[in-house]
């Protein structure tokens, strides 16, 4: 079964980061993506033991649970020295708090451990299985990879997760140094996506030059905040926010810095998630100010 324009797709993570992620793939083929998140569906735990088997499972629980096509992934980092690891334990090895600069930090002691930093550097992939299921039980995966060496300490401020540990072959520059636009023409997740759009979209052609919203694009933001965890990325953030000031001042909430160190002020002294990084409570903080009068 192939996927024609208009189909309503459900995207099955709450991950708002991901969500973003996988609309910015789908939306310009005319797919009407909706989450996981906005359904009220329920997030299943992730037990299987490959990234195809955790990629079937989230799809085919919110393919049945919303009875419409759903398309999940699963994706992680494997590195050749650690014996694929963290692999599918890629997002927890940064524990509850979600925070990669541990992560990275826990991946790079390893590889001191293991005597792996002599020569070009660690070897290392990402890698992302995309699985669509449909609501009759029908499953289709697809898989994509890249492969590059590893660098520590971290490099940039773009993209979230190890991007910035990593290097992909043939550039000198980590995926964290790189534009956003740049990282995603070579990485796993789009290869992943290639494979999708070659067998299941019903030879949809992309709309031209793909609406980008004309105002704030908070759901940009937010996605970026949620998934921030080291000081470079924060930083990278602050210039972002200061772009968007420049272009849409009319449409920020506190557009003095009065009202806005007053409105961040507040922000600040009401997070609620103490576990997270504490740059993404900044960041996420910064945008709230931003929006909430
Ligand atoms: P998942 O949500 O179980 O698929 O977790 C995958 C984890 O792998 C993420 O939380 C990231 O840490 C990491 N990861 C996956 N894709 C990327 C990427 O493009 N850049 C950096 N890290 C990634």
């Known amino acids: ?19 973003w992620e996988i609309n910015q793939l789908i939306q310009p083929y005319g797919l009407d993506a909706v989450s996981a998140g906005d359904l009220n569906l329920d997030e299943p735990e992730e037990t299987e033991t490959t990234f195809e088997g955790n990629a079937r499972l989230k799809a085919v629980a919110a393919a049945k649970g919303s009875g419409l096509p759903a398309l999940a992934d699963d994706s992680g980092l494997e590195v050749d020295c650690l014996d694929g690891a963290p692999g599918i334990y890629s997002a927890r090895w940064a524990g509850p708090g979600k925070d990669f600069g541990l992560a990275m930090k826990k991946v790079a002691d390893e590889i001191t451990r293991r005597d792996g930093w002599k020569g ?8 992302s299985v995309l699985c669509l299921a449909w609501p009759n039980g029908e499953v289709k995966t697809f898989e994509g990879k890249v492969f590059g060496t590893l660098v520590w300490p971290a490099r940039g401020g773009n993209g979230f997760g190890y ?15 790189m534009d956003p636009k740049e990282k995603y023409a070579i990485s796993h997740r789009t290869r992943a996506f290639a494979a999708f759009k070659a067998a299941m979209l019903d030879d949809i052609a992309p709309d031209a030059g793909q609406a980008k919203p004309e105002g704030r ?5 937010a996605a970026a905040a949620a998934s921030l965890s080291t000081r470079l990325e924060a930083a990278a953030f602050v210039g972002r926010l200061k772009e968007d000031f420049a272009a849409h001042r009319a449409e920020w909430k506190n557009a003095t810095l009065e009202a806005y160190l007053a409105a961040l002020e507040r922000e ?6 103490n576990d997270e990084p504490a740059w993404r409570q900044l960041a996420k903080a910064m945008l709230a100010a931003s929006e909430r009068s």
């Open 163 to 177: 991007d910035p540990m990593f290097v992909p072959e043939g550039d000198t520059r980590t995926f964290g140094e």
């Open 1 to 19: 079964m192939r996927l024609a324009k208009g189909t309503p797709v459900v995207v099955a993570s709450h991950n708002p980061g991901k969500v």
């Open 120 to 127: 070009a550097g660690p070897r290392a992939n990402f890698i």
């Open 268 to 273: 600040l002294s009401q997070v609620k998630n």
């Open 217 to 221: 694009d908070i759901a940009a933001f």
